[in-house]
């Protein structure tokens, strides 16, 4: 048997480093752990080659099931699917309504009567103040209607 660390076994396994550590975990890999100051040294025993090149180590570990992940997966898949499927029409049921208040935003002018809307000449019109009366206190002057805030030239009010 040959002592090699984990990067070698990794190359010579022809595997990454991390399945040689989860073969170490799972003890399918013989290996002696040697302490340190720093903590645990690993030596992987593979067996001795005499310079040709092994071909790569089958763990001795149980075949995974895989048609019941293959199951899994295409359970998945068409969950994703009806998701996506499902998404679409909410995505198409939004733009359509979209659409429509945007429509419905730019015929707002032409809904109202003549007579529910005030044409600009009645909006901006301000009345003239009738004279005052002995016993009434005098009005305020009138503002000008270009002296109104935006807002409330805006509204009519």
Aim: net charge negative; aromatic share 2%.
């Amino acid at each position: 048997m040959e002592r090699v660390s984990i990067d070698l076994a990794a190359q010579r396994l022809g595997v990454s480093v991390s399945t040689v550590r989860r073969r170490i975990r799972d003890g399918t890999l013989e290996v002696e752990r040697e302490q340190t100051a720093q903590g645990f040294k690993y030596h992987i025993l593979l067996p001795d080659t005499n310079g040709e090149v092994p071909e790569t180590e089958v763990s001795a570990a149980p075949a995974p099931d895989l048609s019941a992940k293959l199951a899994d997966v295409e359970q998945e898949r068409d969950w994703l699917r009806a998701r996506v499927e499902e998404l679409t029409t909410m995505l198409n049921r939004e733009q359509e309504t979209s659409l429509r208040l945007s429509l419905a935003l730019s015929q707002r002018p032409a809904i109202g009567s003549p007579v529910d809307t005030p044409t600009p000449t009645q909006r901006d019109h301000v009345p003239e103040p009738s004279p005052p009366m002995a016993a009434e206190q005098p009005q305020a002057p009138a503002t000008h209607p270009a002296r109104r805030g935006w807002l409330r030239r805006l509204l009519g009010l």
